[in-house]
């Protein structure tokens, strides 16, 4: 199982859809984590963090289950300025090593007129 | 937020040359900094991580003697990619992370093009 799997997309939606995201993730330790943005050909950019069971910033809604190990990311009233792939992102820290981020693969988001 | 400047933003070069890539935290002293890859299409795959002042810390299947990374100050850390060949080509991304947190701030990326 890998250790942070994400649906590819494309998800093709109207401007002023409600769109939602999952991710899921293997490590039950894992304690916070980071929904972040990624334009093509740029560098990602955070967009919401987690650390207890969810989080709202706006339009944006993230919510956590422990119990079933996944993060959803809910975006309301799209618009085309959404259009990204969202990363769903993991921290860990191996023993005895360093913070480190463990990142989806990316759903591709697509938001038309 | 913090700011991460990286340089050069494009680089195309001959295959056999070596090219250097700066990372820098402008506004906060950056703890730990990251070194990503970016394949198109594929998601970001850690590279390496280093500390100001000690050895970085490189993940599995990453060479170290090819990908040099110096991590000289808390603002600065460099990456070179040693006799490039056209498999090296992909997007070099940089972030930096403050002491004891996990959230990294990234640089806007390098398109390395190996010809």
């Known amino acids: 199982r890998k250790e942070v799997e994400q649906d590819p997309g494309p998800f093709n939606v109207p401007e002023g859809a409600t769109v939602a995201f999952n991710c899921t993730y293997s490590?039950?330790?894992?304690?916070?984590f980071f929904w972040y943005r990624q334009d093509c050909r740029k560098e990602p950019k955070l967009l919401m963090s987690?650390?207890?069971s969810g989080n709202e910033d706006g339009r944006f809604t993230a919510q956590l289950n422990r119990a079933s190990q996944y993060i959803s990311l809910l975006i309301r009233d799209s618009k085309l300025s959404d259009s990204a792939t969202y990363l769903c992102?993991?921290?860990?820290?191996?023993?005895?090593?360093?913070?480190?981020?463990?990142f989806g693969a990316g759903t591709r988001l697509a938001v038309h007129p | 937020g913090a700011v991460v400047s990286q340089h050069p933003s494009r680089v195309i070069c001959k295959s056999g040359t070596s090219v250097k890539i700066e990372c820098r935290s402008l506004?906060?002293?950056?703890?730990?900094m990251f070194w990503y890859r970016q394949f198109p299409k594929q998601s970001l795959m850690l590279m390496a991580t280093?500390?100001?002042?000690?050895?970085?810390?490189?993940e599995q299947g990453v060479e170290k003697d090819k990908f040099l990374i110096n991590h000289a100050s808390l603002t600065l850390s460099t990456l070179t990619v040693t006799s490039a060949h056209p498999e090296d080509s992909s997007f070099y991304i940089c972030?930096?992370?403050?002491?004891?947190?996990?959230?990294?701030?990234f640089g806007a990326g390098t398109r390395l093009s190996v010809l």
């Open positions: 972030s930096a992370s403050r002491s004891s947190s996990n959230i990294q701030y």
């Open positions: 490590n039950s330790a894992s304690q916070s």
């Open positions: 987690v650390y207890s």
């Open positions: 992102v993991v921290p860990q820290r191996p023993a005895g090593g360093y913070n480190k981020l463990i």
């Open positions: 506004d906060f002293q950056a703890t730990t």
């Open positions: 280093s500390n100001e002042g000690s050895k970085a810390t490189y």
